[in-house]
């Protein structure tokens, strides 16, 4: 069986420990026979040790052990090759796990300093604004500061006897001596390390001629080595290192006398957010940005998976973080032409055509992913948004704002909020990216006489406003200077961060546009051409993390006024689209990236794909949802407590709790206190509470606030009590259910027609009803849906909340996908008009290729025309004169989910025939 390179449709697995690449070749022939035609896996390389996610890398040319390592992927790959399926890659080509002793880049920059190998893979700054940094890296791995390390006994010396090295060890980190670290312990010990010690000294002397450095050092290994091999050698060691011993005064002295030697300098955690000096990946001291636009970087980081592609064990990747990278626009062309020429030696058993390229990128909804890229699109963050917003009826926006502003005193809007966010972010998680930005602009401007007089505090203030107001992620300017939608985007940005600067200094805010976003950089000096270069990419790669911290992860929890659309890849701020718009979006993609990735669900998501959209039922009914909310938090007031920073919860988190609640509750569960519900919403609100940094966060919690919060949703759950709300709340999501379970098979049939590759995330092929990582990475109960499969049903609405419907739905949409694939791979989309009564609660479209014509209808915003009804589908008497126009194609249509046939009777097909058993139809001619 053979397949092609560009998917049909994906599946996304999470490997790791708990489920390796063997438990993955076992959900194989179960996604065959749902009909899918690629694997979407997770990274596998060789990650840090327990990694529940794989995204910290430590080396990219091993297959990682606790999957099962290369033997386990070869039997995922011939059981993939048995079911006519293939496999995208998730790779991470910004950065690596460092930390710990097992990334062997990362100990070989600590050994040797500047003059290691590897010291331009990782994006250090030798020369930062902080001197005592100068020729050194931050080490910022200590529990604790410095000095209460070094008095605790917690850093300590210890040798490795068969390696010959010498390391200063923190519970799991490792330090390693450089070549006159060693030396100088050394010179301690008996004679017999004498050859040992010179050959370190050599090493050191001559640390800039690394290649006679480091001949120098392996023979001092040897020597070494060879030393410790005798008793009398053993026992001068441990000599030698009971002399650091942090036990006595002199032994904490030494030791810090000898740190103080090395290339590192150790540090508390907290102490990277204002002093690291190289780039991270956010603000996470354990992953390390890397350069990948170094060719050698990326030969040695792409090896193996161009190897796996050259052998036909993958068919493409999808590309994590691209706004991480220097540059973007060159690393995908060059990826694609490195896959390409690595094509030519795939087996002629290997899938056809193109290597598949999709870049995990977040779309402002004005923004478009570049075509110069040449990627087949994105991961499917912006079809999230779409299809999510389309389900929100807008006229719920402002009540429910209104409400939300009433109830908190926060703003009714979110751009405050951002904006808050976004100083905050600056100020205690970024800043010592952002000053270290502002003093490459700071060089930038003394290299010229005009601008030498521009201060560094000056800078500091206008890049923050500039970041402050930032529309997007970020911009792609380069050599060559930037782009008209770059200029676009910074002019957009300078606009509204002028309001907020003092008038003398706005002429500074056109001066860092000129440095960012205006000039070629090839009619420059050399050295200043580098070094504006430099500037450029620095700000690009902060403006992202800026970006992600302060919206997805620090906003998204502040505003309450909706969360299912605080979503990774919406804004709050557009709280829905019209089916016109959605239409907009889908035509663009059939026309630029029609092999774009579509999801609805995530690794990343804040919340499942059905709580989502269960909750946005509320967008339509938010007279009802301010009643219910206003009741709960009356006989829940007695829950509260008063702390001297403020009520505990905050009125925010309470109303976001419930929100939860009615969002998350198990279909068909009872209001019953027991079981793991509450504790998995407690996981979420904690979450929530530290991510939104108003009243407690990561780095500092607040036990006093959280213990309130805690056992205020034990009362919550406590339905011994005279005002318990929990039946309620059950009752109100029972209420909601229905119209919750109607959006989800909408998103469902919407996901897996439009133009574009859907992509399954593990177990939502059942209700997604998850919360926030690690909530939706919970095991899969694959058993259950492998035996819903197995028993072959029809789409039906008996039953409809065990999830079955929906499993159904996606199996027969996948095996049309199968039988037409042109049909769905390269037709366009056409928007079809609903007339009568109750048109807006429709949305339909078809898409043509040929002779075969598809079309799509799905029922929106239902909840008004389903009180009382007990399962998700509107009365078909309730339609009226509502009917579909298919657009002068008479038919006879067939209903791909129920096998239902249909005439377009004087040129129209009634909605209440077409929805007569289910609320989505997808129709062939």
């Not at 009520?647 to 206190?673: C, F, H, K, V």
């Amino acid at each position: 069986m053979t397949h092609s390179t560009i998917p049909r449709a994906t599946i996304r697995l999470q490997f790791h420990k708990g489920f390796t690449l063997d438990d993955g070749a076992a959900v194989i022939p179960y996604a065959a026979a749902l009909g899918m035609s690629h694997l979407y896996a997770s990274p596998i390389l060789k990650a840090r040790p327990g990694s529940t996610h794989g995204y910290d890398i430590v080396d990219h040319n091993a297959i990682n052990p606790e999957l099962g390592g290369e033997a386990a992927l070869e039997r995922l790959s011939a059981v993939l090759r048995d079911h006519g399926m293939g496999l995208i890659l998730d790779i991470v080509p910004n950065h690596m796990g460092v930390g710990g002793s097992d990334n062997q880049w990362w100990m070989d920059v600590l050994e040797w300093g500047r003059a290691s190998r590897y010291a331009d893979a990782f994006d250090i700054d030798w020369t930062p604004p902080d001197r005592a940094l100068h020729g050194k890296i931050m080490a910022p791995f200590l529990g604790e500061s410095y000095g209460a390390a070094l008095q605790s006994g917690d850093l300590r010396l210890s040798a490795d006897a068969k390696a010959g090295r010498i390391s200063v060890v923190y519970h799991e980190h490792e330090f390693p001596l450089s070549p006159a670290g060693m030396a100088i312990v050394l010179k301690a010990a008996p004679r017999r390390f004498a050859d040992a010690i010179a050959h370190f000294t050599g090493a050191a002397d001559l640390i800039d001629r690394p290649d006679i450095a480091r001949p120098l050092a392996e023979t001092a290994r040897a020597r070494l080595i060879a030393a410790l091999a005798t008793p009398h050698g053993a026992a001068g060691l441990v000599t030698v290192l009971a002399r650091y011993e942090p036990t006595t005064p002199d032994g904490i002295r030494r030791l810090h006398e000898l740190l103080e030697t090395q290339n590192y300098r150790l540090a508390y955690w907290r102490a990277a957010a204002d002093e690291i000096n190289w780039r991270r990946f956010f603000d996470i001291n354990t992953l390390a940005g890397i350069r990948a636009e170094i060719p050698w970087v990326f030969d040695q980081s792409h090896k193996l998976i161009l190897d796996l592609y050259a052998r036909g064990v993958i068919d493409g990747v999808r590309v994590d973080h691209v706004d991480g990278l220097a540059d973007p626009r060159a690393y995908c062309r060059k990826l694609r032409r490195a896959l390409t020429a690595a094509g030519k030696s795939r087996p002629s058993s290997a899938a056809a055509g193109p290597p598949y390229i999709i870049v995990e990128k977040i779309l402002a909804p004005h923004e478009r992913l570049r075509a110069d890229w040449l990627t087949d699109g994105t991961t499917g963050y912006d079809f999230m948004n779409e299809v999510a917003a389309v389900l929100h009826d807008p006229d719920g926006g402002e009540p429910l704002a209104a409400l939300w502003h009433t109830l908190t005193g926060r703003s009714a809007e979110f751009d405050p909020e951002e904006r808050d966010a976004r100083r905050q972010v600056l100020r205690d998680n970024l800043t010592s990216e952002w000053n270290g930005t502002a003093a490459l602009l700071h060089r930038l401007a003394g290299a010229d006489l005009a601008t030498r007089d521009i201060s560094l505090t000056a800078l500091r203030r206008a890049l923050a406003e500039l970041l402050v107001h930032f529309p997007i992620y970020r911009i792609y300017a380069g050599a060559g200077g930037s782009t008209s939608t770059d200029e676009q985007t910074m002019d957009w940005a300078l606009a509204r961060a002028r309001r907020s600067f003092r008038v003398a200094d706005r002429g500074l805010l056109n001066q860092i546009r000129h440095w960012l976003a205006d000039r070629p950089l090839a009619r420059e000096p050399l050295e200043t051409r580098a070094l504006h270069r430099r500037a450029m990419v620095r700000f690009q790669q902060l403006s992202a993390p800026v970006a992600a911290k302060s919206v997805e992860d620090t906003a998204f929890y502040r505003y309450g006024r909706l969360i299912s659309r605080n979503e990774v890849g919406s804004t709050p701020a557009q709280f829905a689209l019209t089916p016109g718009a959605f239409h907009a979006a889908q035509q663009q993609r059939a026309a630029t990236l029609p092999h774009a990735m579509l999801a609805t669900a995530t690794h990343d998501h804040k919340r499942g794909e059905d709580t989502r959209i269960r909750l946005a039922v509320l967008s339509e009914i938010p007279d009802e949802w301010q009643a219910a909310l206003a009741r709960w938090m009356r006989l829940n007031s007695g829950l509260t407590r008063d702390l001297d920073a403020g009520r505990a919860p905050s009125e925010a988190d309470e109303i976001m709790l419930y929100q939860t609640l009615i969002a998350a509750w198990p279909l068909g569960a009872a209001p019953d206190g027991s079981g793991d519900f509450r504790d998995r919403v407690w996981g979420w609100w904690e979450k929530s509470i530290r991510e939104a940094k108003l009243r407690s966060e990561w780095a500092a919690p607040d036990e006093a606030y959280e213990d309130a919060c805690r056992q205020f949703l034990d009362g919550v759950f406590d339905t011994s009590r005279a005002t318990a709300t929990l039946g309620e709340i059950a009752a109100f999501a029972r209420r909601i259910g229905p119209a919750g379970a109607l959006n989800g098979l909408a998103q469902t049939v919407l996901k897996f027609t439009v133009p574009g590759v859907p992509d399954l995330y593990q177990g939502t092929e059942f209700w997604d009803q998850s919360l926030v990582d690690p909530d939706n990475r919970r095991p899969v109960d694959f058993p259950a849906r492998v035996a819903a499969l197995s028993a072959n049903r029809m789409p039906s609405l008996d039953s409809w909340e065990n999830g079955d419907v929906k499993q159904r739905v996606i199996a027969r949409l996948l095996s049309c996908r199968a039988e037409h694939p042109s049909l769905f791979a390269e037709a366009g989309y056409t928007a079809l008009d609903l007339t009568g009564t109750h048109a807006a609660h429709g949305l339909a479209f078809a898409r043509t290729h040929g002779t075969r014509t598809l079309i799509v209808a799905v029922s929106r915003l239902a909840a008004p025309l389903l009180d009382g009804v007990p399962q998700p589908l509107i009365p078909p008497a309730d339609w009226g004169d509502t009917a579909l126009d298919p657009a002068a194609l008479p038919g006879p249509w067939r209903d791909v989910l129920t096998g239902q046939m249909l005439d377009a009777t004087g040129g129209i097909i009634p909605l209440s025939t077409i929805f007569a058993t289910l609320p989505v139809a997808v129709l062939i001619a």
